[in-house]
């Protein structure tokens, strides 16, 4: 899973800059030293292979000097696409995939299985101890089931299975935290009875890097960030104060998928985490970027 270069045919030159880059790396390695950053893994970033691969770079690297990553990923276009090839066409209603029986067992297979196993195996072989987990593991995700709120006079409407967070339960990340492996979980959760729950990767990740009291929490997107003008790339939104959130979302700036997603990152900051992130995942080694330079990328939303 790495880049192979063979240093030795590098010249001096070249050598003593990437010792520079390292030398510039080491006060963000030591203030994020032991440092919880939980990770949206998703958008371009999971199923484009190049993209896929220096994120996994990333998040080895994080672990390797003693960060402590937790990826939550999604898998939506996978989930489609198994749907197409057996026979059904997916259906979403405001963003959210209608889920009945055979959709969420095809769900879970990508989810659970699949996706879930594929970032797993990048991981061990990027030379970090990686375990998969769904949220169906000791509990760590006890969902309820979510209606589309159809109108303003509270019509819902159901939408199959569904889930919202109810509660996470952080007792198997904390036993991995504790032996140094890095969880990997996908978002399926279940509810009291045992049902099984499809739920929306952002919104896990929030609630996750919550109980968790996250230092970081990092979205990947398939966008530069917030955008002032969202036809414009150069009017990014830099850094924003969470109740700045609801304003840009009444004034149309942010908009469609972004009013979710931002909206659960100041969810996340309410309840302790201390920064969120919404980087372009994209862009190669976002991550590395966002923390390992001053500069950073994307937009922060802080407290």
Same mark, same amino acid.
């Given at each position: ?8 045919? +590098?010249?001096?030159?070249? *050598?003593? /800059? ?7 790396a080491?006060p ?13 893994f ?6 484009q292979?190049? +993209? ?7 998040i ?7 960060m ?31 889920t009945?029986? #055979?959709?969420?067992?095809?769900? /879970? ?5 699949k ?53 996470? #339960? ?6 991995l ?19 099984r729950?499809?739920?929306?990767? #952002?919104?896990?990740?929030? #609630? ?37 959130i609801?304003?840009?979302?009444? /004034? ?8 979710p ?6 969810d996340?900051?309410?309840s ?10 994209r ?5 590395? *970027?966002?923390?390992f ?11």
């Amino acid at each position: 899973m790495t880049d192979s270069i063979d240093l030795r045919k +590098l010249p001096i030159e070249r *050598l003593i /800059e990437r010792a520079q880059i390292l030398v510039e790396a080491l006060p963000y390695i030591r203030q994020f030293h032991d440092s919880t950053i939980v990770i949206k893994f998703g958008g371009a970033a999971q199923v484009q292979p190049e +993209l896929k691969n220096k994120i996994i770079q990333d998040i080895a690297l994080m672990a390797i000097v003693g960060m402590k990553p937790v990826v939550v990923h999604g898998g939506g276009p996978e989930v489609s696409r198994l749907m197409k090839k057996m026979g059904h066409e997916p259906r979403f209603i405001a963003g959210q995939r209608v889920t009945d029986a #055979d959709a969420l067992d095809m769900a /879970e297979m990508v989810l659970a299985g699949k996706v879930n196993s594929e970032i797993t195996l990048a991981l061990n072989r990027a030379g970090v101890n990686a375990v998969g987990l769904s949220g169906k593991d000791m509990n760590l995700i006890r969902a309820v089931k979510l209606f589309h709120q159809e109108s303003a006079d509270g019509e819902k409407t159901d939408i199959g299975f569904v889930g919202d967070v109810l509660n996470i #339960d952080t007792s198997i990340i904390n036993i991995l935290d504790k032996n140094g492996i890095v969880p990997v979980i996908s978002p399926i959760g279940v509810d009291e009875d045992g049902q099984r729950y499809n739920i929306n990767a #952002d919104t896990v990740a929030c #609630d996750i890097a919550a109980s968790l009291k996250a230092d970081k929490l990092i979205l990947l997107t398939d966008v530069k960030g917030i955008l002032r003008d969202r036809n414009d790339e150069g009017s990014l939104i830099n850094s924003i104060k969470a109740d700045e959130i609801e304003k840009l979302i009444s /004034e149309g700036i942010i908009q469609g998928g972004m009013i979710p997603k931002t909206r659960a990152a100041v969810d996340a900051l309410k309840s302790g985490v201390k920064k969120t992130h919404i980087l372009d995942g994209r862009l190669p080694h976002s991550l590395l *970027l966002e923390i390992f330079t001053d500069r950073g990328i994307g937009t922060q939303i802080i407290p």
